[in-house]
T-cell receptor
Framework: EPEVTQTPSHQVTQMGQEVILRCVPISNHLYFYWYRQILGQKVEFLVSFYNNEISEKSEIFDDQFSVERPDGSNFTLKIRSTKLEDSAMYFC????????????FGEGSWLTVV | SQKIEQNSEALNIQEGKTATLTCNYTNYSPAYLQWYRQDPGRGPVFLLLIRENEKEKRKERLKVTFDTTLKQSLFHITASQPADSATYLCALGDNNDMRFGAGTRLTVKP
C-alpha cells in the first residue's frame, strides 16, 4: 500500500539552528499538509499546500516556518531558527482531494530542540 | 472560536463490550467529519469519514453517527478487543485544513 515517508525520523538540534524536515507524499496525491504534535498534546494543523502554493495556514505557522516542493516528489518543512517550544513530532500528510477525502499521514519526524 | 471537544480524555472498558467515544464541536459547519486512530509514537490512521447528509456509517466493528443539529459525532467499537487500545481522534474540516480534537485514549482490558 502506498505510504507517506518522512525523514529524518528523529533530529536533535541546537536552539537557533535551521531545520529541514523532508517528506515524500503518496505519488498521485495533489494536496500536502504538515501537522505537529507536542508530546502529550493534540495533533495541530500547520499548513496545507496545493498547486505549488500554500492553501491555508494556522496561527502556529509564522514567519519562522516555510514549505517547499522543490521537485516532483519531495515536500519540505523548514524551521528557520528553532526554539525550544518547536520540539514536537511533525507529521507530513497527503490526500488526493481537498475535501471529504482520506488524509494519509507519515510516521512523523521527532524534533528535539536543546 | 472553533472548538472540537472529545470530552473523555481516557476510557477504560472490558474486552467484548462496546466502546462509545464522543466528539462535540462548536462554531463549525463541517461538510464531513473523520475519525482516526493513533498509536503511541505513530501517525494518525484514517478509520471512517461521514458526511453532513449521512446519519450513520459502519465499517466492520466500527460505527459512526453524525448529528449536525446537536453538533456531535459518536464513535462506537463493538465487541472491543485489547488490540483496539489506542487514542482515537475526531477531525473536522471542509476546506484546506482539517483540525483534530485532543483525542480519547481507549484501553480495552482482557
Amino acid at each position: 500500500e502506498p505510504e507517506v515517508t518522512q525523514t529524518p525520523s528523529h533530529q536533535v538540534t541546537q536552539m537557533g539552528q535551521e531545520v529541514i524536515l523532508r517528506c515524500v507524499p503518496i505519488s498521485n496525491h495533489l494536496y500536502f499538509y504538515w501537522y505537529r504534535q507536542i508530546l502529550g498534546q493534540k495533533v495541530e494543523f500547520l499548513v496545507s499546500f496545493y498547486n505549488n502554493e500554500i492553501s491555508e495556514k494556522s496561527e502556529i505557522f509564522d514567519d519562522q516556518f516555510s514549505v517547499e516542493r522543490p521537485d516532483g516528489s519531495n515536500f519540505t518543512l523548514k524551521i528557520r531558527s528553532t526554539k525550544l517550544e518547536d520540539s514536537a513530532m511533525y507529521f507530513c500528510a497527503s490526500s488526493g482531494r481537498i475535501s471529504g477525502n482520506t488524509i494519509y499521514f507519515g510516521e512523523g519526524s521527532w524534533l528535539t530542540v536543546v | 472560536s472553533q472548538k472540537i471537544e472529545q470530552n473523555s480524555e481516557a476510557l477504560n472498558i472490558q474486552e467484548g463490550k462496546t466502546a462509545t467515544l464522543t466528539c462535540n464541536y462548536t462554531n463549525y459547519s463541517p461538510a464531513y467529519l473523520q475519525w482516526y486512530r493513533q498509536d503511541p509514537g505513530r501517525g494518525p490512521v484514517f478509520l471512517l469519514l461521514i458526511r453532513e447528509n449521512e446519519k450513520e456509517k459502519r465499517k466492520e466493528r466500527l460505527k459512526v453517527t453524525f448529528d449536525t443539529t446537536l453538533k456531535q459525532s459518536l464513535f462506537h467499537i463493538t465487541a472491543s478487543q485489547p488490540a483496539d487500545s489506542a487514542t482515537y481522534l475526531c477531525a473536522l474540516g471542509d476546506n484546506n485544513d482539517m483540525r483534530f480534537g485532543a483525542g480519547t485514549r481507549l484501553t480495552v482490558k482482557p
